[in-house]
């Protein structure tokens, strides 16, 4: 291979004993070893630095100039150094839809920062709620949207203080002017066309410029984003490593630096762009070396006699063929647009050991559940579903496969699906400790405890908000309830089976349609509208709450007294007696602070509003649950608390009366 790129000037000034300036150029990254250190998964791949393995589930890698920068004259000093920056960076999905990650520019006193995670995290990054104060800074190019962490969009740039949410962001894009009124020329960073990056710190002002722009366009004389902040001294250290990470899932992105400027003591020369790479899919062909070229003009005549006897044979068996069972395996042109992984079927049984019996999780509504290993020892479960019509199965896959792209730590994770025939087969985590209802219902030894109970819930409502609130379009899971949520290794809950409720309302004449969710847990206006809504599953929502903190089911027939069938109606009553904490689980007293206990339970009878309008939104709820409580007292609670002490229960139909009226349970 004709090499395209020369390494132009590795320039590098070292005074024995003590690290002086640090200015270096690669223009391209042949024959860079020596002056990068690789971590984990990253690897100088000929003139480029790539930073994560595309045939690992979950990659990391990270790159840093062996040589550390003096950013500090000592530890204790508040002064921090300049410096001056610019590379070039690629990040190339392999499925534009997949979930993005992006990368970071880093400057760290440790080329192994604890707990550093990969995924959304940008293999640096630690999941710490309240991370500590440590030298980490961040520059990151952020091509996912993760609600979690308040990202804006999924293609912002952030600054980052040893923390995956970030100080600041901005939309990726840049400004052509440096007037005020200049709009932003925006930046498609995950189409793997080179961006050119520009980072400034000024040490004396605090103060960290970013600016990005497509290869091609010479540097914006506005910079994109400008973060001064003297806070920024607390997260650099006298001396620092300085690099780049990034980090992967299930899902193929390429992220690739290709060239790379530095200078900590004046502007970081200009670098040669000429003739960098590109990677891009339309594109990709342009690197090809003579030698693989030919190789491509042979194989094409290969593949070309391959079909002319492909032809021929079909034309032969054509009548043979038609009577075969012709569409059971066949891949259609569909299938082959969604994603996650498709499974093949022979995959599956290998998996399941031929869908034995032994390995049968359970069997529900929607089918039966399988247990699997992959042959990499990865446990799944595999979904049976079947379905009368393959149009109904083909609208169901368009709808998950944009689900495949949520992904959220409460959420399971897909990993892939199978058709075969008119049975779809989906491909989960497996998730060992079963599902929630077991542990409140069915095991009597093993019973979950107060605060394991308050954590699912939160992990639920936490999983709920981000289908409904932290994706472009809300995304309703039309089936909430305990034998849906699954537990993790760690106990900690996740919601299972979004969307596939809908499976079987597609396919229907609009006002045939049936209604679909389980008994106990449909809210009331499902009964004459029939559409379920973002509110509905908020019922369903309350319905968990009362069901996990009760240690009671939706409906327990057995009960004697009427009043008691229906477990809202029984709640709902011990609170208009304002004894709301006797509805508590008996077997765990003792365990909780009434005060607690009394907000969950206000919290899921809000939810369970007769009236869609009056209940709260998941966000709310998680507020309450996850978030600081003082802090965010919402409206329907404290609307709820101040009518209370006015005139409760002399039902004269004031609004207190009207919110404490039995709903419409539907039978
Ligand atoms: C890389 O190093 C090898 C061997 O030292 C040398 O032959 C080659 O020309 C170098 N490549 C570049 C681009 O400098
Ligand atoms: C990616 O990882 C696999 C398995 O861990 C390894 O065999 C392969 O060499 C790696 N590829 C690169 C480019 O590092
Ligand atoms: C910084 O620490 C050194 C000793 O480690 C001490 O002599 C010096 O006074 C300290 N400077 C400040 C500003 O605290
Ligand atoms: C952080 O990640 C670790 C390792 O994956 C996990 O054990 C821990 O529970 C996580 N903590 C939080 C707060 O999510
Ligand atoms: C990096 O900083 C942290 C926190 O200040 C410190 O505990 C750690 O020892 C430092 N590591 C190195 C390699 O300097
Ligand atoms: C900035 O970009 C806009 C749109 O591409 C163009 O119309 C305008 O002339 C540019 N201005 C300058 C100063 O280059
Ligand atoms: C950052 O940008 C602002 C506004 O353009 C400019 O005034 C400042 O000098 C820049 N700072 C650095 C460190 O480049
Ligand atoms: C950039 O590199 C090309 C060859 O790759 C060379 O022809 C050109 O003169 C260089 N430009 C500058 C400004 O050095």
């Not at 780049?244 to 970081?268: M, P």
């Amino acid at each position: 291979m004709v090499p395209l790129l020369l390494l132009f000037l590795v320039h590098l000034t070292i005074f024995p004993g003590s690290i002086s300036a640090l200015d270096f150029l690669f223009n391209s990254f042949f024959n860079a070893t020596d002056f990068i250190q690789l971590i984990d998964d990253a690897r100088l791949d000929s003139s480029v630095l790539r930073l994560t393995n595309d045939s690992n589930q979950l990659s990391i890698g990270r790159a840093f100039h062996r040589s550390r920068l003096r950013m500090k004259p000592t530890s204790n000093s508040t002064q921090i150094s300049s410096f001056s920056t610019s590379f070039v960076f690629s990040i190339l999905p392999e499925i534009s839809t997949s979930p993005g990650f992006g990368l970071v520019f880093v400057l760290s006193n440790t080329t192994e920062p604890d707990g550093a995670l990969s995924g959304q995290y940008f293999g640096l990054f630690s999941n710490a709620t309240v991370p500590a104060i440590v030298p980490l800074l961040a520059v990151e190019f952020d091509v996912g949207q993760n609600p979690e962490f308040n990202d804006p969009n999924n293609n912002h740039v952030g600054i980052d203080l040893n923390n995956v949410e970030s100080k600041k962001t901005a939309d990726a894009g840049y400004y052509n002017s440096t007037s005020a009124s200049a709009n932003l020329i925006p930046v498609n960073m995950r189409n793997g066309q080179n961006i050119h990056a520009w980072i400034d710190l000024d040490g004396p002002q605090f103060e960290i410029n970013v600016t990005i722009a497509p290869l091609g366009v010479s540097r914006p004389p506005r910079p994109l984003l400008t973060f001064r902040d003297p806070v920024i001294a607390n997260y650099v250290s006298s001396e620092m490593y300085v690099g780049f990470s990034a980090s992967k899932t299930t899902w193929v992105e390429a992220q690739r630096v290709l060239a790379w400027s530095f200078s900590d003591t004046g502007v970081a020369r200009d670098i040669n762009t000429t003739n960098l790479p590109v990677f891009s899919l339309e594109t990709s062909s342009s690197s090809l070396s003579p030698g693989a070229i030919a190789g491509i003009t042979i194989g094409s005549v290969f593949v070309l006699i391959l079909c002319l006897s492909a032809c021929y044979y079909w034309f032969c068996g054509k009548n043979k063929m038609k009577e075969q069972e012709y569409d059971d395996d066949e891949i259609e042109d569909w299938e082959l647009e969604y994603w996650p992984h498709r499974f093949s079927y022979e995959e599956l049984i290998l998996a399941t050991k031929g869908f034995s019996a032994n390995e049968l999780l359970g069997a529900g509504g929607f089918g039966r559940v399988y247990k699997g290993t992959l042959p990499n020892d990865t446990q799944v479960a595999v979904k049976c579903v079947s379905h009368d019509s393959k149009q109904g199965l083909r609208e169901f896959m368009a709808e998950i496969s944009s689900m495949g792209r949520l992904q959220h730590k409460n959420l399971v994770q897909m990993r892939g699906w199978c058709r075969k025939r008119n049975e779809l087969m989906l491909v989960y985590d497996y998730m060992p400790n079963g599902s929630l209802n077991r542990w409140i219902f069915d095991k009597p030894k093993k019973l979950m405890n107060w605060e394991g109970r308050r954590r699912v819930l939160s992990d639920v409502a936490e999983g709920l908000n981000y289908l409904h609130h932290g994706w472009d379009q809300v995304v309703i899971h039309r089936d909430i309830k305990s034998s849906n949520i699954l537990l993790d290794n760690d106990m900690r809950g996740r919601l299972g089976d979004f969307g596939l409720a809908k499976l079987y309302t597609h396919g229907e004449a609009p006002n045939t349609t049936r209604v679909v969710g389980t008994l106990g847990y449909l809210a009331p206006e499902l009964a004459t509208v029939a559409a379920p809504t973002a509110a509905s599953d908020v019922y369903s929502f309350g319905v968990v709450v009362l069901e996990v903190v009760c240690g009671r089911r939706p409906i327990e027939p057995s009960k004697d007294r009427e009043e008691e069938v229906v477990l809202i109606d029984w709640v709902r009553e011990k609170y208009v007696e304002r004894r709301v904490w006797e509805a508590a689980d008996e077997r765990i007293k003792g365990e909780y602070k009434v005060e607690d206990v009394e907000a969950v339970l206000k919290l899921g009878l809000a939810c369970c509003h007769p009236d869609p309008l009056h209940r709260p939104t998941m966000r709310e709820v998680v507020a309450v649950l996850v978030g600081d409580e003082a802090a965010a007292v919402p409206r329907f609670l404290l609307s709820e608390v101040t009518e209370d002490r006015s005139n409760i229960g002399d039902g004269g139909g004031d609004k207190a009366g009207e919110e404490l009226s039995p709903p419409q349970v539907l039978v």
